[in-house]
């Protein structure tokens, strides 16, 4: 049963414009969230984080915003750089389960220049 | 800092042969784990270790899996045999706080 979902497997976005990743989750005992960043042969690399006591955390062009009612949230990043194409990954962590992650199946996001 | 380590960085081999794959996580990270990624999906955990301690294998498929973290540093996965269902990419992480740091992985095909 998939507990973190991320039903958009791939989106396109022209370069400057805004990119806005999705990601769904049911367990509502995850307290903190994670994007992850995967660029092809290598792993994944750690973007940003959000406490479910937050709704919002920004770094730089990436924010990612929480929805706790809606066990929903996303990542955005504004402006959209062509550097920025890969599979994201959003991950969920469980305190039940000694913070163990539990991952989306990713979106791959082409910045198209 | 340097990052996790993983070897090798691919393997392929014939169904029924053993494989072992190694990781040595970021220095002080205590809680190592060993993720499965198949085409297309996200990783999935097979075991988490804190210390030498294998403390979380719930998801490892023990019949065929097994891994070994003696000095509470590097460890090692091992499949043995391998079937052909085991093509995937095995990850190793090591948590600081809350995050968890990947190494490059080791792409497995099994023919």
């Known amino acids: 049963d998939q507990q973190v979902k991320q039903n958009s497997p791939s989106l396109s976005v022209q370069e400057g414009r805004i990119s806005i990743l999705n990601c769904d989750y049911t367990n509502s005992m995850f307290d903190y969230f994670l994007w992850y960043k995967k660029y092809p042969a290598e792993g994944p690399t750690f973007l940003i984080s959000i406490s479910s006591i937050k709704d919002k955390n920004e770094d730089g062009r990436?924010?990612?915003f929480l929805n706790k009612s809606a066990k929903h949230l996303s990542l955005h990043i504004v402006p959209s750089q062509p550097g920025d194409s890969a599979v994201y990954f959003c991950a969920a962590s469980d305190p039940a389960g000694a913070n163990n992650l539990f991952f989306g199946t990713g979106t791959r996001l082409t910045v198209i220049p | 800092?340097?990052?996790?380590?993983?070897?090798?960085?691919?393997?392929?081999?014939?169904?029924?042969?053993?494989?072992?794959?190694?990781?040595?996580?970021?220095?002080?990270?205590?809680?190592?784990?060993?993720?499965?990624?198949?085409?297309?999906?996200?990783?999935?955990?097979?075991?988490?270790?804190?210390?030498?301690?294998?403390?979380?294998?719930?998801?490892?498929p023990k019949d065929r899996f097994s891994a070994e973290?003696?000095?509470?540093?590097?460890?090692?996965?091992?499949?043995?045999?391998?079937?052909?269902?085991?093509?995937?990419?095995?990850?190793?992480?090591?948590?600081?706080?809350?995050e968890q740091f990947f190494g490059p992985?080791?792409?497995?095909?099994v023919l």
């Open chain 2, 69 to 98: 973290r003696l000095k509470g540093v590097d460890s090692t996965l091992k499949i043995q045999p391998a079937e052909l269902g085991d093509s995937a990419v095995y990850l190793c992480a090591s948590r600081r706080g809350l």
């Open chain 1, 62 to 64: 990436f924010t990612v």
């Open chain 2, 105 to 109: 992985g080791t792409r497995l095909t």
């Open chain 2, 1 to 60: 800092e340097a990052g996790v380590v993983q070897s090798p960085r691919y393997k392929i081999i014939e169904k029924k042969q053993p494989v072992a794959f190694w990781c040595n996580p970021i220095s002080g990270h205590n809680t190592l784990y060993w993720y499965r990624q198949n085409l297309g999906q996200g990783p999935e955990l097979l075991i988490r270790y804190e210390n030498e301690e294998a403390v979380d294998d719930s998801q490892l």
